[in-house]
């Protein structure tokens, strides 16, 4: 004990001492362009204090409501009966009330990100959940169709502002280590939150008007955020741009709670230089200049077609259409209970994000997906074949009522849940990484852009599925999603960077020449290699009564310049 409270000593002696002249390096190599506050390694960083664990759990609050909201129409589908007017819902009034909520989250997406630019990330928060609160009173009451698609058109709105501004909020406040992880934290909330709606689903399914309690519960989670809002901070990049330094400083404080007040300090300072372009950039130039900055700069371009790309590849795999049909799905296979089976395919979902949460910073988001989307592939390719054999004496399509085989009705659960298994590992958290991807300046316009993408193609598919399945039989449309995700594969192999390990200031060095595949394993290793060179320091010093003539972070930085 004694020897670990002198190592603590011995170090933070030699960073006191060595605080001036490391912070005018610092400040040097931030202007290099080559180190961020990552580099400035502050005591207990391998450790997360209890505020960023609070921060995050609070803010994935937002991604409970998103999947909940998302998940929780399905079962009420199967249930409204005639309660809205018609004896029983159309497949047109169906897919007019499932899309209804993707095009309200398309509009929230597009603006979500450009507004918390100007108010700030937490305001925004707080606006969705007053919508989301709203929403969920508004389908709970309803009696008519229509009123049921505004309901859902204004819960939608909610869903795209969370599914936009809550991933951005917590990368800000997050450890460079572990900034991954607590975006997939979020990610488990979502699918988290469809569990809780499948549970809710079939708790309400065999109660009179159950539908109304299952969409009117979705106000409960957002009033608790709502309140809780009022205690977290604002992002310390957007206090720096509010020239707020002190409650920047402040924040880091707590986020690097077992550090030296000079590596706070440092760690601030070093914040400020990277995003000083940044800052300067966004109080000399209008929204709509931005705007056409992000496409203009083929730096931001770049990082655009990436965050774009994989949120269309996200949506165009077909999976929301599982989460939004599945009850109805698997009634017309055969299932007895649809709304349960939809419930072990939404808790293979969730399971599987756990398993992502553990490797995405330890195994990279590249890698993960590189070995995970060939899996939805044999997942919608196998489900194709089952429903082609399955379906031969239908004619190709689903005929409710129909007795089906029960060994191809496994198979295609089988085949959907090793679909659902891939997609929770890779594709469900991979692309909400996008925050990481754009500078400062253009953050809120970019991850706008990125998530209103993902809500197009959600609602293109969505919009299409049960005419798809009617179309070209359902062999045809998993076939179909099948090749799609054949070329999102694609696209990834070639355009995707692996960004874990790099702040996110060092990830815009990346697109400098290309998408930045080479160049990022070339900065990854650099940092690694920094990084040994520190460890091995500090066991130096620890070895040694005198401290040594430079600090680590001293010769970090010089070895940058």
Not at 69 to 92: H, M, N, Q, R, Y
Not at 102 to 112: K, N
Request: proline share 3%; aromatic share 8%.
């Amino acid at each position: 004990m004694d020897t670990a409270s002198n190592t603590s000593d011995t170090l933070k002696a030699r960073d006191a001492h060595h605080y001036e002249d490391v912070e005018g390096n610092v400040t040097s190599a931030v202007a290099c362009g080559e180190i961020s506050e990552a580099l400035v390694v502050a005591e207990g960083e391998e450790r997360t204090s209890w505020f960023v664990w609070l921060l995050v759990a609070c803010t994935s609050i937002s991604g409970l409501l998103f999947g909940y909201d998302t998940g929780v129409i399905s079962g009420a589908l199967v249930t409204i009966g005639g309660d809205l007017g018609p004896a029983e819902l159309s497949s047109g009034q169906k897919e007019l009330i499932t899309s209804a909520t993707t095009l309200g989250a398309l509009i929230g997406g597009l603006v979500a990100g450009m507004l918390s630019d100007f108010l700030g990330r937490r305001p925004v928060l707080a606006v969705a959940d007053v919508i989301f609160i709203g929403g969920a009173i508004g389908q709970a009451v309803c009696h008519t169709v229509w009123s049921m698609i505004g309901g859902r058109f204004l819960i939608g709105i909610g869903v795209g502002i969370a599914a936009c501004v809550a991933p951005v909020y917590i990368q800000e406040l997050s450890p460079t280590r572990l900034r991954g992880r607590m975006v997939v934290l979020n990610v488990v909330m979502i699918t988290g939150g469809q569990v809780v709606a499948y549970a809710i689903d079939a708790a309400f399914a065999n109660v009179s008007g159950g539908w109304r309690w299952m969409v009117g519960l979705g106000a409960v989670p957002a009033g608790l955020q709502c309140m809780f809002l009022a205690f977290l901070p604002e992002s310390p990049r957007i206090m720096i741009k509010r020239q707020n330094l002190e409650a920047a400083r402040a924040t880091m404080a707590k986020i690097y709670a077992h550090a030296t007040p000079e590596q706070v300090d440092l760690k601030v300072k070093s914040l400020v230089a990277a995003v000083a372009q940044s800052v300067e950039i966004t109080n000399s130039t209008t929204l709509l200049q931005r705007c056409k900055l992000i496409v203009a700069n083929p730096v931001n371009r770049r990082a655009l077609i990436v965050g774009c790309g994989m949120q269309a590849f996200q949506q165009l795999c077909g999976f929301n259409t599982l989460m939004y049909y599945s009850a109805t799905l698997f009634k017309e296979i055969g299932f007895d209970q649809p709304t349960a089976v939809g419930l072990i395919v939404s808790g293979t979902n969730f399971l599987f994000t756990l398993v992502a949460l553990k490797y995405i910073d330890i195994v990279g988001r590249r890698r993960i997906m590189i070995w995970s989307a060939p899996g939805m592939i044999i997942g919608l390719v196998l489900a194709s074949v089952a429903f082609h054999f399955m379906t031969l004496k239908t004619g190709g399509r689903l005929v409710d009522g129909t007795q089906y085989s029960t060994t191809w009705s496994a198979i295609v659960l089988v085949a959907m849940i090793f679909y659902v298994a891939s997609f929770a590992t890779g594709l469900g958290n991979v692309p909400w990484q996008q925050g990481e991807l754009f500078a400062l300046e253009v953050r809120g316009i970019g991850t706008s852009l990125a998530t209103t993408t993902n809500w197009a193609c959600n609602l293109l598919i969505g919009a299409t599925y049960l005419s798809l399945m009617d179309r070209i039989t359902p062999a045809g449309a998993f076939g179909f999603y099948a090749g799609l995700c054949l070329l999102g594969w694609l696209f990834v192999l070639a355009c995707f960077p692996e960004t874990a390990g790099l702040s996110l200031e060092e990830v815009q060095l990346i697109f400098r020449n290309g998408f930045g595949i080479r160049e990022s394993a070339r900065l990854r290793a650099q940092k690694q290699e920094m990084i040994r060179r520190k460890h091995g320091e500090e066991a130096s010093a620890v070895g040694d009564a005198k401290p040594p003539s430079k600090s680590s972070t001293v010769t970090e930085v010089e070895s940058q310049v």
